[in-house]
T-cell receptor, first 116, second 115 residues
């Protein structure tokens, strides 16, 4: 079974600075998807960025980018130019390539606070 | 609708009672998922529907939990004889298909409190 580990429960960043959130995972599969989701107090999970495992190039979405290290099974999220609206819980998640099993496996999450 | 809608937003029930939680997915989405998020944890998978059928119900914790999707759109998660340990946020998500490449869209969840 796949597992996702987020070992940092909380992080804090100064507005306009850069912060990196860590995630590791365990799998025996060769292809899979990795995701970062943001969950504000409204509870709705919002997709921030995703990465398919067979793609070598790290995904980027505006101020958000990932550092995907497949051999190390590491998938960190970098947020540049942090904004007050970035404050939320962030979850790392894994999706198997198994077509019959589309479920997401989530880590425990990290609470990000942004200092003005 | 424009997004995934879950009702009620909050539900308080007494231990031992029966509850139903409703999920209205994005129109046209064939895949629907239920997750449970306990306090301080990430969401945990409960069940996955493809159309009307449950393609994977391996995450349901016991036989007190049951979910249906009779017409392939709205889904109801049913919990019998509720226990205090069932208190959590129940999240629903839908995607266009259940495939590897499709994005799942989440609702705002139902916060269930069993007292």
């Amino acid at each position: 079974a796949q597992t996702v580990t987020q070992s940092q429960p909380e992080m804090s960043v100064q507005e306009a600075e850069t912060v990196t959130l860590s995630c590791t995972y365990d799998t025996s599969e060769s292809d899979y998807y990795l995701f970062w989701y943001k969950q504000p107090p409204s509870r709705q999970m919002i997709l921030v960025i995703r990465q398919e495992a067979y793609k070598q190039q790290n995904a980027t979405e505006n101020r958000f980018s990932v550092n995907f290290q497949k051999a190390a099974k590491s998938f960190s999220l970098k947020i540049s130019d942090s904004q007050l609206g970035d404050a939320a819980m962030y979850f790392c998640a894994y999706r198997s390539e198994d077509g019959a099993n589309s479920k997401l496996t989530f880590g425990k999450g990290i609470t990000l606070s942004v200092r003005p | 609708g424009a997004g995934v809608s879950q009702t009620p937003s909050n539900k308080v029930t007494e231990k031992g009672k029966y509850v139903e939680l409703r999920c209205d997915p994005i129109s046209g989405h064939t895949a629907l998922y239920w997750y449970r998020q306990s306090l301080g944890q990430g969401p945990e998978f409960l069940i996955y529907f493809q159309g009307t059928g449950a393609a994977d119900d391996s995450g349901l914790p016991n036989d007190r939990f049951f979910a249906v999707r009779p017409e392939g759109s709205v889904s109801t998660l049913k919990i019998q004889r509720t226990e205090r340990g069932d208190s959590a946020v129940y999240l629903c998500a839908s995607s266009l298909t259940g495939g590897f490449y499709t994005e799942a869209f989440f609702g705002q969840g139902t916060r269930l409190t069993v007292v």
